[in-house]
Protein backbone atom coordinates (compact mmCIF):
# COMPACT_ATOMS: atom_id res chain seq x y z
CA UNK A 1 0.00 0.00 0.00
CA UNK A 2 1.32 3.58 -0.92
CA UNK A 3 2.17 5.87 1.88
CA UNK A 4 -0.48 8.15 1.32
CA UNK A 5 -2.83 5.63 1.47
CA UNK A 6 -3.88 5.57 5.23
CA UNK A 7 -4.07 9.27 5.33
CA UNK A 8 -6.88 8.85 2.02
CA UNK A 9 -8.31 6.04 4.02
CA UNK A 10 -8.93 8.30 6.79
CA UNK A 11 -10.33 11.42 4.52
CA UNK A 12 -13.00 9.23 3.15
CA UNK A 13 -14.14 7.75 6.37
CA UNK A 14 -14.69 11.68 7.73
CA UNK A 15 -16.93 12.72 4.14
CA UNK A 16 -18.67 9.52 4.78
CA UNK A 17 -18.92 10.56 8.57
CA UNK A 18 -20.61 13.77 7.55
CA UNK A 19 -23.36 12.47 5.32
CA UNK A 20 -24.47 10.73 7.44
CA UNK A 21 -27.92 12.57 8.96
CA UNK A 22 -27.39 14.11 12.22
CA UNK A 23 -29.08 12.92 15.50
CA UNK A 24 -32.93 13.99 15.59
CA UNK A 25 -33.35 16.46 18.47
CA UNK A 26 -36.55 15.42 19.33
CA UNK A 27 -37.51 11.97 18.65
CA UNK A 28 -40.98 10.91 17.05
CA UNK A 29 -43.83 11.06 20.21
CA UNK A 30 -44.94 7.76 20.62
CA UNK A 31 -48.83 6.61 20.74
CA UNK A 32 -48.32 5.84 24.71
CA UNK A 33 -45.86 8.47 26.78
CA UNK A 34 -44.62 6.57 29.78
CA UNK A 35 -41.60 9.03 30.32
CA UNK A 36 -39.93 11.60 28.81
CA UNK A 37 -36.17 12.90 29.48
CA UNK A 38 -33.95 15.14 27.44
CA UNK A 39 -32.24 18.51 28.09
CA UNK A 40 -33.00 22.38 28.43
CA UNK A 41 -32.16 25.88 29.02
CA UNK A 42 -34.32 27.62 31.36
CA UNK A 43 -34.50 31.30 32.47
CA UNK A 44 -37.00 32.79 34.90
CA UNK A 45 -37.35 36.54 35.33
CA UNK A 46 -38.92 37.71 38.54
CA UNK A 47 -38.88 39.98 41.32
CA UNK A 48 -36.81 42.51 39.02
CA UNK A 49 -34.03 40.23 38.56
CA UNK A 50 -33.07 37.15 35.96
CA UNK A 51 -31.70 33.71 35.74
CA UNK A 52 -30.47 31.39 33.61
CA UNK A 53 -29.74 27.45 33.96
CA UNK A 54 -28.97 24.60 31.95
CA UNK A 55 -30.82 21.43 33.13
CA UNK A 56 -31.57 17.76 32.46
CA UNK A 57 -34.98 16.12 33.45
CA UNK A 58 -36.36 12.89 33.68
CA UNK A 59 -40.32 12.19 34.33
CA UNK A 60 -42.10 8.96 34.90
CA UNK A 61 -45.45 9.39 34.59
CA UNK A 62 -47.70 9.40 36.43
CA UNK A 63 -45.58 11.11 39.11
CA UNK A 64 -41.65 10.85 39.68
CA UNK A 65 -39.34 13.46 38.18
CA UNK A 66 -36.47 14.15 38.05
CA UNK A 67 -34.80 17.67 37.10
CA UNK A 68 -30.85 18.29 37.18
CA UNK A 69 -29.67 21.80 37.42
CA UNK A 70 -26.17 22.13 36.15
CA UNK A 71 -23.22 25.00 36.40
CA UNK A 72 -21.55 26.67 33.50
CA UNK A 73 -18.73 23.84 33.12
CA UNK A 74 -21.11 21.13 33.67
CA UNK A 75 -20.97 19.84 37.30
CA UNK A 76 -24.69 19.27 39.02
CA UNK A 77 -25.74 22.26 40.78
CA UNK A 78 -28.63 21.09 42.34
CA UNK A 79 -31.22 17.94 42.22
CA UNK A 80 -35.07 18.59 42.32
CA UNK A 81 -36.74 15.16 43.19
CA UNK A 82 -40.84 15.18 42.62
CA UNK A 83 -42.81 12.02 44.12
CA UNK A 84 -46.43 11.68 44.66
CA UNK A 85 -47.17 14.86 46.81
CA UNK A 86 -43.33 15.52 48.28
CA UNK A 87 -40.55 17.02 46.44
CA UNK A 88 -36.96 17.05 47.59
CA UNK A 89 -34.12 19.97 46.17
CA UNK A 90 -30.77 18.67 47.32
CA UNK A 91 -28.32 20.82 47.28
CA UNK A 92 -24.99 18.86 46.55
CA UNK A 93 -22.40 21.45 47.43
CA UNK A 94 -24.01 22.19 50.66
CA UNK A 95 -24.91 18.84 51.44
CA UNK A 96 -28.37 19.94 52.17
CA UNK A 97 -31.23 19.92 50.96
CA UNK A 98 -35.13 20.84 51.30
CA UNK A 99 -38.25 18.76 51.89
CA UNK A 100 -41.55 20.53 51.19
CA UNK A 101 -44.60 19.62 49.63
CA UNK A 102 -44.26 19.12 45.62
CA UNK A 103 -46.82 22.32 45.03
CA UNK A 104 -44.92 24.24 47.51
CA UNK A 105 -41.70 23.96 45.98
CA UNK A 106 -42.53 24.29 42.43
CA UNK A 107 -44.81 27.42 43.45
CA UNK A 108 -41.18 28.57 45.21
CA UNK A 109 -38.67 27.72 42.87
CA UNK A 110 -40.50 28.50 39.10
CA UNK A 111 -43.18 31.18 40.35
CA UNK A 112 -46.27 29.03 39.56
CA UNK A 113 -47.09 25.58 40.62
CA UNK A 114 -47.73 23.21 37.34
CA UNK A 115 -48.58 19.47 38.39
CA UNK A 116 -45.93 16.82 36.17
CA UNK A 117 -48.41 15.37 34.35
CA UNK A 118 -49.19 18.71 33.06
CA UNK A 119 -45.76 19.56 32.38
CA UNK A 120 -45.82 16.90 30.50
CA UNK A 121 -48.62 17.05 28.09
CA UNK A 122 -46.72 21.20 27.51
CA UNK A 123 -43.86 19.35 26.24
CA UNK A 124 -45.17 16.42 24.26
CA UNK A 125 -47.41 18.58 22.59
CA UNK A 126 -50.36 17.28 23.98
CA UNK A 127 -51.94 20.63 26.06
CA UNK A 128 -55.73 19.49 24.47
CA UNK A 129 -55.36 17.13 27.41
CA UNK A 130 -55.19 19.49 29.80
CA UNK A 131 -58.07 20.35 32.17
CA UNK A 132 -59.79 23.37 33.17
CA UNK A 133 -57.36 25.44 30.45
CA UNK A 134 -58.89 27.60 27.66
CA UNK A 135 -56.84 27.11 24.38
CA UNK A 136 -55.63 28.60 21.18
CA UNK A 137 -54.93 26.76 17.86
CA UNK A 138 -52.75 28.12 14.76
CA UNK A 139 -53.09 27.40 11.47
CA UNK A 140 -51.81 24.39 11.33
CA UNK A 141 -53.85 23.32 14.23
CA UNK A 142 -51.16 23.41 16.73
CA UNK A 143 -51.94 24.70 20.39
CA UNK A 144 -50.16 27.77 21.21
CA UNK A 145 -51.36 29.60 23.94
CA UNK A 146 -53.43 28.49 27.11
CA UNK A 147 -54.50 30.14 29.96
CA UNK A 148 -55.71 28.45 33.59
CA UNK A 149 -56.64 31.48 35.88
CA UNK A 150 -53.50 33.78 36.06
CA UNK A 151 -51.22 30.65 34.75
CA UNK A 152 -50.50 31.10 31.57
CA UNK A 153 -48.35 29.63 28.67
CA UNK A 154 -47.35 30.14 25.00
CA UNK A 155 -45.60 27.72 22.46
CA UNK A 156 -43.22 30.05 20.97
CA UNK A 157 -40.91 27.78 18.63
CA UNK A 158 -42.13 23.98 17.63
CA UNK A 159 -39.35 21.68 16.28
CA UNK A 160 -39.28 21.82 12.53
CA UNK A 161 -42.51 19.08 10.49
CA UNK A 162 -43.42 18.06 15.26
CA UNK A 163 -46.44 19.23 17.30
CA UNK A 164 -43.49 19.59 20.12
CA UNK A 165 -42.67 22.69 21.55
CA UNK A 166 -39.29 23.90 20.77
CA UNK A 167 -39.59 26.87 23.27
CA UNK A 168 -42.21 27.30 26.33
CA UNK A 169 -42.80 30.35 28.06
CA UNK A 170 -44.99 30.26 31.25
CA UNK A 171 -45.81 33.09 33.16
CA UNK A 172 -48.24 34.36 35.83
CA UNK A 173 -48.27 38.25 36.97
CA UNK A 174 -44.71 39.25 36.79
CA UNK A 175 -42.77 36.05 37.09
CA UNK A 176 -42.19 34.41 33.58
CA UNK A 177 -40.08 31.37 32.25
CA UNK A 178 -38.85 30.37 29.69
CA UNK A 179 -38.16 26.78 28.89
CA UNK A 180 -35.67 25.77 25.70
CA UNK A 181 -35.65 22.50 24.66
CA UNK A 182 -32.16 21.18 23.58
CA UNK A 183 -33.21 17.65 23.19
CA UNK A 184 -35.76 15.12 24.34
CA UNK A 185 -36.38 11.26 24.08
CA UNK A 186 -39.43 9.25 25.29
CA UNK A 187 -40.00 5.97 26.66
CA UNK A 188 -36.15 5.14 27.44
CA UNK A 189 -34.60 2.81 29.62
CA UNK A 190 -34.63 4.62 32.84
CA UNK A 191 -31.64 3.70 35.48
CA UNK A 192 -32.90 2.04 39.01
CA UNK A 193 -31.94 4.92 41.09
CA UNK A 194 -33.10 8.04 38.51
CA UNK A 195 -35.60 8.84 41.13
CA UNK A 196 -33.72 7.52 44.51
CA UNK A 197 -33.22 10.13 46.91
CA UNK A 198 -32.66 7.98 49.67
CA UNK A 199 -28.96 8.55 49.80
CA UNK A 200 -29.67 11.47 51.72
CA UNK A 201 -29.70 9.74 54.82
CA UNK A 202 -27.40 7.16 53.62
CA UNK A 203 -24.55 10.17 53.13
CA UNK A 204 -25.65 12.89 56.22
CA UNK A 205 -27.39 15.25 54.47
CA UNK A 206 -28.76 18.25 56.56
CA UNK A 207 -32.53 19.41 55.96
CA UNK A 208 -32.45 23.16 55.71
CA UNK A 209 -35.39 25.24 55.11
CA UNK A 210 -36.39 27.60 52.80
CA UNK A 211 -34.50 30.95 53.74
CA UNK A 212 -31.49 29.21 53.79
CA UNK A 213 -31.85 27.53 50.21
CA UNK A 214 -33.09 30.88 48.77
CA UNK A 215 -29.82 32.57 50.38
CA UNK A 216 -27.69 30.40 48.87
CA UNK A 217 -29.64 30.09 45.23
CA UNK A 218 -29.37 33.82 45.48
CA UNK A 219 -25.57 33.69 45.88
CA UNK A 220 -25.08 30.80 43.00
CA UNK A 221 -27.45 33.47 40.77
CA UNK A 222 -24.62 36.24 41.95
CA UNK A 223 -27.96 38.48 43.00
Known amino acids: MKRGAPALLLLLALALFSCLPPRPAVAPLPQTVESVEGFATFRLAREGGTAKSKLSFI ?55 LGLEDLTYLLTGRADRLSGWNLE ?25 SPLPRLLVLSRAEDKGSLRVLRMNFNQPLKPKAFHYYFLAEEGYRPADWNEVEKWLRQAAGR
Open 59 to 113: FRLPGQGRIEVLDPIGRTASILFLDSEVAYLVLPGRHAYWRSSREEVMSKLLGFS
Open 137 to 161: KNSQGRIVRGQCGDLKFEVRQFFER
